[in-house]
């Protein structure tokens, strides 16, 4: 593809956040390439966008190197949207095994596939700009029972953020972290291993925020002037005041 068309690349496309940002990019005039495991929802948004599905396993590094491989030379946004929450165990009784996927899929597999495009950004910040987003969270910086696991992965996301941002000075690459509180997407039903019970309690009684209000959020930050950054967005429902304040109405 070439320095002329604008390039996307959205992990964690096939669902909620990323599928609504990638759907965003590509209304606002962005060739999307989208990665995920669902090939079949990939192909999806990709038929929706008129972008490309490319297979992306997050937690495995060859999968990473293949998926870099097969994005454009040329990156104008990459937004690391793949991850979420295994689990809401204590810190005595969590899962070695849940928490070493949070901690490869939310932190390993984002740095790694950053790393990967940095110089397909930096073609792009030679031209004019280029503007990394990372899917954080409210998890970044605060913390609640039972998330431990989760808690701690993006607490490290939060940290390699803002590193990058300190390395990257200098260089004509944006970066942002978007923090959300509650979004109803897939979220909870991963969250609870297909649970939809008690993944629909998490939002029982309030009203969530859903994945297009993030996308509009990162449609926000990237189309900026060239010379601003924004750091961070929070961003949380109207009922939420922290990960443990919620109001929740009667009935
Ligand atoms: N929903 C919330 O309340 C909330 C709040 C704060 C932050 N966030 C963050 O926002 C991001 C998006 O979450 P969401 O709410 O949109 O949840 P979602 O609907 O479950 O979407 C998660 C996406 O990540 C992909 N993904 C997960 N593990 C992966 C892996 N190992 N390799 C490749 N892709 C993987 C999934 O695709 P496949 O399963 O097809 O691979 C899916 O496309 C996450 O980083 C999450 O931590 C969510």
Sequence with gaps: MGGSTRTAVVTGASSGIGRATAVALANAGYHVTLGARREDRLREVATETGGRAVYLAAVDPKSIAAFAAACPSTIDILVNSAGGALGLDSVETGSDDDWIRMW???????????????????????????????????????????????????????????????????????????????????????????????ADSVYRGLTPLVAEDIAQCVLF???????????????????????????????
């Design 104 to 198: 490869e899929t939310n932190v390993l597999g984002v740095a790694r596939l950053t790393r990967a495009l940095l110089p397909a950004l930096r073609r792009s910040g030679a031209l004019r700009w280029a503007h990394i987003v990372m899917l954080g969270s409210t998890a970044g910086f605060e913390t609640y029972p039972g998330g431990g696991g989760y808690s701690s992965s993006k607490h490290a996301l939060r940290a390699v953020t803002r590193t990058l941002r300190l390395e990257l000075l200098g260089e004509p690459i944006r970066l942002t972290e978007i923090a959300p509180g509650l979004v109803e997407t897939e979220f909870s039903i991963h969250r609870f291993a297909g649970d939809k019970n008690r």
């Design 221 to 251: 930050a990237v189309s900026r002037p060239a010379h601003v950054n924004i750091d961070e967005i929070v961003v949380r429902p109207v009922d939420q005041a922290t990960s443990t304040a919620v109001h929740r109405r009667e009935g």
